[in-house]
C-alpha cells in the first residue's frame, strides 16, 4: 500500500475523532448545566363562572401559582378584586384581569357596564318590537319611528310616517338579563336596554312617548350607516305631495328627522320627487297665477 495514502488516512481519523471528542464534552457539559427556572408567581382566578353585572366576593376567588410569566392585566392580590363589578364573563378556572372588572366603586349590576360618557335607555316592548326574543345583550339594533307629525296631522296630507331615527344601537340588556342566553334560544321580554349617547337618549325618550318604536335588528358586522329617506302612507299608494320649496338643511342632532319628499320649483310649475319603497318617481303641478 502507497505508504503517503496511510499517512493521510491515519491523520484524518486523528481528527475525526478529536473534534467527536470535543463535540461530546459541549454537549454533556450543556446537558448537566441545570436550565434557568422561572419562579412561579400567584394570580387570582375564578373560583367558578362569573357573569356580567356581578360583584366579586372572597368565595369567588382563588389564588393559585402560575408557572411562568403571569398573564398580562392579571391580578395578583385578591385586595384589588374584591368588590369590583365584572363586566365580560369570566369563566371557572380563568385569571381575573383588570379591564373585565369595573372601577373600584363603580359596583355591580347594569350601571358598572355602562362606559364612560355613554348612557342606558330603557325601551318597552312587546314581542314585535322585541323581534319575538331574539335580541340579546350585545347584539345590534336599528330604531324605526311610526306617526304623524304636527304639520300633516292638521292638514293631513301624508298620513303616518316612518323613518330610521338611530341606527347601529348596542343592546346592553334583554329584560333583567344583561348576559348573553348561553343556550341561545328566544326569550320574550318587556323592556330592552340601549346604549346610546346623551342625544341619543333624548330622541329615544321623546319617540317612545309620541310615536310607535320597531326594533330591526342587524348583523353585528355591519357598522355602516346608510341614510335612508323614510316613507309615509301617501308614498306607499304612488301618491304625491304638495310641498312647500326648501333648502336641505343638516340637522345639528344625531338622529333629527329627515325631509321625506324633495321639491324643486321652475318658473311655472313644480317637480315633485316621491319615493315609493325603492321606486322614484315625478310629478308636476302648475302654480296659480305663476307662482
Known amino acids: 500500500m502507497n505508504r503517503r495514502l496511510v499517512v493521510v488516512f491515519a491523520f484524518a481519523l486523528a481528527v475525526a475523532g478529536v473534534t467527536?471528542?470535543?463535540?461530546?464534552?459541549m454537549l454533556m457539559k450543556q446537558v448537566r448545566t441545570p436550565a434557568r427556572s422561572v419562579?412561579?408567581?400567584?394570580?387570582?382566578?375564578?373560583?367558578?363562572?362569573?357573569?356580567?353585572?356581578?360583584?366579586?366576593?372572597?368565595?369567588?376567588?382563588?389564588?393559585?401559582?402560575?408557572?411562568?410569566?403571569?398573564?398580562?392585566?392579571?391580578?395578583?392580590?385578591?385586595?384589588?378584586?374584591?368588590?369590583r363589578g365584572v363586566v365580560a364573563n369570566i369563566y371557572q378556572g380563568e385569571p381575573i384581569l383588570d379591564f373585565r372588572l369595573a372601577p373600584k366603586g363603580a359596583g355591580a349590576g347594569l350601571a358598572a357596564t355602562i362606559p364612560v360618557g355613554k348612557r342606558a335607555v330603557a325601551l318597552r316592548v312587546n314581542e314585535v318590537v322585541g323581534l319575538a326574543g331574539f335580541v340579546l345583550p350585545g347584539m345590534r339594533v336599528d330604531v324605526l319611528i311610526a306617526g304623524t307629525t304636527p304639520a300633516n296631522q292638521a292638514q293631513n296630507q301624508t298620513g303616518t310616517l316612518c323613518?330610521?331615527?338611530l341606527q347601529n344601537i348596542e343592546v346592553l340588556s334583554a329584560g333583567q338579563r344583561i348576559e348573553k342566553n348561553v343556550e341561545g334560544k328566544?326569550?320574550?321580554?318587556?323592556?330592552?336596554?340601549l346604549l346610546v349617547s346623551p342625544d341619543q337618549a333624548e330622541i329615544l325618550s321623546l319617540a317612545s312617548d309620541e310615536t310607535k318604536v320597531q326594533l330591526v335588528l342587524r348583523n353585528p358586522l355591519d357598522?355602516?350607516?346608510?341614510v335612508t329617506q323614510g316613507t309615509s302612507v301617501a308614498a306607499l299608494f304612488g301618491q304625491g305631495v304638495k310641498t312647500p320649496p326648501a333648502a336641505p338643511m343638516r340637522s345639528a342632532?344625531?338622529?333629527?328627522?329627515?325631509?321625506?319628499?324633495?321639491?324643486?320649483?321652475?318658473?311655472?310649475?313644480?317637480?315633485?320627487?316621491?319615493?315609493?319603497?325603492?321606486?322614484?318617481?315625478?310629478?308636476?303641478?302648475?302654480?296659480?297665477?305663476?307662482?
Open 20 to 25: 467527536s471528542l470535543v463535540a461530546y464534552r
Open 39 to 83: 419562579p412561579a408567581s400567584k394570580v387570582m382566578v375564578a373560583a367558578h363562572d362569573l357573569q356580567v353585572g356581578a360583584l366579586i366576593h372572597d368565595f369567588d376567588l382563588t389564588q393559585v401559582s402560575w408557572n411562568g410569566p403571569a398573564p398580562q392585566h392579571a391580578m395578583k392580590s385578591k385586595q384589588d378584586v374584591l368588590g
Open 163 to 165: 323613518r330610521t331615527v
Open 186 to 193: 328566544p326569550e320574550s321580554v318587556q323592556v330592552v336596554n
Open 223 to 226: 357598522t355602516q350607516e346608510q
Open 253 to 291: 342632532i344625531p338622529g333629527a328627522p329627515r325631509p321625506l319628499v324633495a321639491a324643486s320649483h321652475g318658473a311655472e310649475t313644480t317637480v315633485v320627487e316621491v319615493f315609493s319603497g325603492v321606486r322614484r318617481s315625478e310629478q308636476k303641478f302648475e302654480l296659480p297665477n305663476g307662482r
